[in-house]
């Protein structure tokens, strides 16, 4: 239904997001460089070629992934700044994997060398198709930014090994983590080539066969308990989960598939209708890194992987562009303020992994030159023994501005609004620059202004997010009440043309579903896209954030948002049930509340997004 | 302060606790048997012998530990009824065992052979000194029913061969399982040898000292983070915690260490205050089977390990004698109650390794000849592949005459009320011959006669529950109330003595301290020592528990517990955090609750403890 632009016709360029962009491209690119080296997992490839792999390999059998997750940030990062650098380093790591490439065109640094086990030895944990899958993913984005070059051929080369190697009278396997069927159905629309498609459809269709063995988690954690087209709901190791989808979604898409396309939005609505946290969060188990039931969503022990947040924004963006139904603008919207921006520090180089609605206890400040073991953290920390999230932020951040517009027939639609300019075709001969200002996500108003090179006649379509209130739209001086979805301003197109929108920047005091019993007598607040906490360094006296009963009351003060809350400082006793309930006599305070992807960034705290009310 | 009582000396003879004895004599030891040979585990020793057991071995490296607590629990079995059955099993097991044992005293079946690692090669994970403790625990309640043999002979060679391994001047490690400590010092006691507790002693003061890896869940998962004596909460894996505990406890007792008692204590007080589930239940996490943060207690997620609740009984037991304080003996009645009872399966041959609080989905009923792969399970298994809990229930199960009563200088004091009898020594010269008729668990009423055979004069004690209202004793027709602790009926050791008990049988509605925010908006319903549920099987149309609001409402009505509860079944919304809260009307309806250790006896159902209240 909505047809994407290219990523040069979108320019982000002040605000929020202009300035995360800004600290991906001057500290995190560089982190993770760093870290890549410091590993060695990037030396891994070197070592293949030198043949003393099996002896000096380091880090954990998925690595090899980060390097392709960095190229591809790398790639998109190139395409929107033109950076030289950039591109010098993308040639020379893929300089790098070139020589450690087998002939065939297998591409792996932990199977299939002398001394090491032998390829597809282990489909449940290898994890050597989600590799080849983060390698092709790097080489679309190289393809969308650049064109055919050495990073690209390598990457055919694989692909080309995947399709002999599991083709229809190939090995009838999947692989333990879903990755390899939505690379190849990018890496098929990117080249044309309908071979891959049709192999990334072989592999969803064998999701469900029960090929993997029956673990600790079950089969769900791999999504091969239930074919894709039967699963009746999200579940299973989430990161998998989201993977999967967007893949099946392509497929799909790319076949006509309705069924298959139906089964993927009917898992997604139940998804977000029971198993997601009000930041936009999936995964709510740390054992299995998984989904729960419907409505287990605890807040200390939510997982909401960073990953797992960027894997529903590439599902959401497919339902997106096959729907248009503005739920899943909203869902991108809300995942990209409240869990990709809280996952990365103000400082651009620490990371959350996992990301907590609460936090019960004051952690401590991760050492900059340590690897976490674990995925867990109070604070952020600089890299993990299983380091999927830096490169996975990093990829999306330098790929943003492919979420904020889509075009159609005869229309442009803006879905995200950072401030910008946007510069598309729409329809056959129209072209569409608009300029976008925006005081989001403080406000929820912005400007857009019709630019002088804009040539045809279409419709503006803007996303009203779903919080907005009292929302209006003003086109030249009239002004009028619009409503959540999708709101069509007619014939737009005339150079000069200023609309105004105030979607209301009013705080909204969120009450939960009555089934999700780990929030019962809490509300959370949300203004505009951000949701807010409370954090303890905002509190009196050394107290902890277990001592706040939230009144409702909320305001801005001079820029803050501040609400009032009664303390109550409880005393243990000996045993935390009893017949007789008696309480403190509470005394009332009034303290700022702060985005909740602000939070962590002033040391050890602890921290809640549900607040108990009265 | 509190000295225990032989379990010769106590007789359950009728009643709740008498049908779980009589399933465990009849069922659950002949099902574990079964599956000890089904699996091969009990086969390992032979396959030491034969010099195979590289090639066939089978099981986790801690299977040997689940024959040695399978002796434990034959070893009480026959104490109590002196069946020569089990005498014979003991000795036919015992023979295999020594067969296996190695010249030096070293006896493990994954470790030390050809074709296999070295011997203590993985302190973390390897569980050699584990295994030990549970024959050395065996050996142990061999003694105290029978007397030296050849069981107690192997177990011997073993505790020497820790020693000398594990000595002053020796690896200065620990096993990354607790549970060598407690074995080697109830050993030192048995046998009267010093040096067993010497040895206790050392491997308590190693913890902490960090010996063991850094891994995902720290260090703190096997209390190797903090010495015990400077730690200030229990913590990591709850088992493991427990079983240290223990150890430490009676390390501290033997040599009169009260600074490492006191720690113990307050990481024990701080437990009950903050991390224990209403059931008595311990264990919070799946992911690492550990306690959480304080007042981090999910029902849903709850972990409450079967074998968890058993270790926080030994160490109740313990603080007991030691303090004295009814706080402990509460403790182990409600975990006897509403953990162990809650494990067993009415039909004594399948088992609870987690206990859940809250069952959000129906399950599926467990394959009676499948080995569950996972902890988790909605319904009973009858087997695990880390099956701790049904040899750990046995054993528990087989010895419960121990927890019942103690003597002290001149008093006897009854801290459990099963129907039975005790006849054991008082003092210097006294005998307490005294028989107890209990209503438990559904009615708080008791009578105790003082037998013919009593001689000399001592007073008796009885606890009187945390849990009692409106309690009231009753000697030869006077009649006084008293409240929770331990009160004292001086000089009642006249022959003919009749004391009525009444602690009350009055539903109580519990809340939860504000804390615990997985259950805030809710009570939970307890009558006596029995926490009770609502499940769906109960509920007409097909309903489950999710839908019930409870008006507090509950009474007794033909013998059954109805409570009144408002049903309103919620419509999902497509995001359900929302600004506007409606609801549906809802009616009502009086079903049944039911006691939590009997649900999932009935089929698959869902299930909850805690009942949210308007």
Known sequence: ??????????????????DYQDLNHEVTLAHIDKWLERTGWLKNFELVVSGNIAQERKGREFSDSEIYKYLEALSWEYGRTGDPALNERIEAIART???????????????????LEPRYSDFEWGHELYCFGHLIQAAVARLRTFGEDRLTAVARRVADHVCETFGPDGLDVICGHAEIEVALAEFGRATGERKYIEQARLFIDRHGKQSLADIE?????????????????????????????????????ESNDHGLAEAVRNQW????????????????HHQDEAFGEDFELPSDRAYSETCAGIGSIMVAWRLLLADGQAQEADHIERVLFNVLATALADSGDAFFYTNSLHQRVRGHEAHPDEISPRAHASLRAPWFEVSCCPTNISRTIASLGAYVATTSQNALQIHQYPSGILDTRVGESGRAQVRVRSEFPRRGRLRIEVGAESRGVWDLQLRVPGWAADARVTVNGDSWAVTSGYVTLTEASAPGTIIDVDFGSQPRILEPDPRIDAVRGCVAVQVGPQVYCVESVDLPDDLDVDVLTFTRDVRWEDGLLVGDFLVSVPEDSAWPYSADSSGATPRKISIPLRPYNSWGNRGPATMRVWLPVL
Not at 3 to 17: A, H, M, R, Y
Not at 269 to 284: E, P
């Open 269 to 284: 609505d139940r998804a977000l209708a029971r198993r997601t946290y009000v930041t936009g969060g999936m995964g709510s």
């Open 1 to 18: 239904r909505f047809k994407p632009v290219s990523l040069n016709d979108v320019t982000i360029d002040e605000g929020f997001w202009k």
């Open 217 to 253: 988690f079950s089969r769900a954690y791999f999504q091969d308990d239930v074919p894709v087209r039967e699963a009746d709901s999200m579940r299973g190791h989430a990161v998998r989960a989201m993977y999967l989808s967007a893949g099946a979604l392509d497929v799909a898409h």
């Open 97 to 115: 994997l070139e020589a450690a490439q087998d002939e065939d065109g297998y591409l792996n640094t932990r199977f299939g060398h002398p001394g």
